[in-house]
């Protein structure tokens, strides 16, 4: 299965996230390839990823189902590294929801908060990893509380929604990643600080 990322240093950000300079939503551009569905996976509480797809029906116009949680597949998690390795968590998606994805128009998001990394790549994690229909997005860098600073869900929700914007802009709109440094479709997204200068209505 190939995969694309976004990854970040090891190192926590100073910076915080930028917020929109206009009114959200996906371009004139984006596909809408068909049947977006949001999903909990390991130890995302469900109710974080309602709230999630609450703010992509408002803000983006978009219809988005909620499927049942996806616990974190065991074999997926690599005990050397305490991380999962993110292929992995992306078929134990695909299996738990194969049914979803048997319409060949069905796009699948799994928000996790477990750390994962991609074994193909040199990095050391990955922010979201995704195939063509599935991606997985890891809040668990993302959080200061990680790097020992105190938890800010604030933060953590902001830099999750440029995330999954960008993911979607892949995996749902089809658009190709080219862009300023501030916006959605930014060629990479290599730290905290990349991720926080994003402006999540430029595209």
């Known amino acids: 299965m190939g995969v694309a990322l976004a990854l970040v240093v090891a190192c926590a950000s100073a910076s915080r996230p930028r917020r929109p300079s206009r009114a959200l ?3 004139s551009a984006c596909a809408r390839a ?13 109710a974080r990823v309602e709230a999630l ?7 983006y116009r978009v219809p988005v189902t909620v499927l049942p949680p996806v ?18 968590l992306l078929a134990a998606v695909e299996r738990a929801h194969a ?6 128009s069905a796009r699948v998001l799994a928000v ?18 995704y195939g063509e229909r599935v991606a997985v997005v890891s809040t668990a860098r993302m959080d200061p509380a990680f790097y020992g600073d105190q938890a800010d869900r604030g933060l953590v929700d902001a830099r999750l929604h ?39 209505s430029v595209w």
């Open 53 to 59: 797809a609450a703010r992509y029906r408002r803000a």
């Open 162 to 200: 440029r995330m999954v914007t960008r993911v979607l802009a892949g995996i749902y709109c089809g658009l190709p990643r080219r862009g300023a440094p501030d916006s959605v479709l930014r060629p990479e997204v290599l730290s905290l600080d990349d991720l926080d200068v994003i402006d999540e």
């Open 71 to 88: 616990p974190a597949a065991a074999e997926a998690f690599d005990r050397a590294r305490g991380q999962y390795e993110a292929s992995a």
């Open 25 to 27: 939503g996906f371009p």
């Open 99 to 104: 049914a979803t994805l048997s319409d060949p």
């Open 34 to 46: 068909g049947a977006l569905h949001f999903t909990a996976l390991g130890a995302m509480p469900a």
């Open 112 to 129: 996790a908060t477990e750390d994962q990394y991609i074994a193909t790549r040199r990095w050391r994690y990955a922010f979201a990893a």
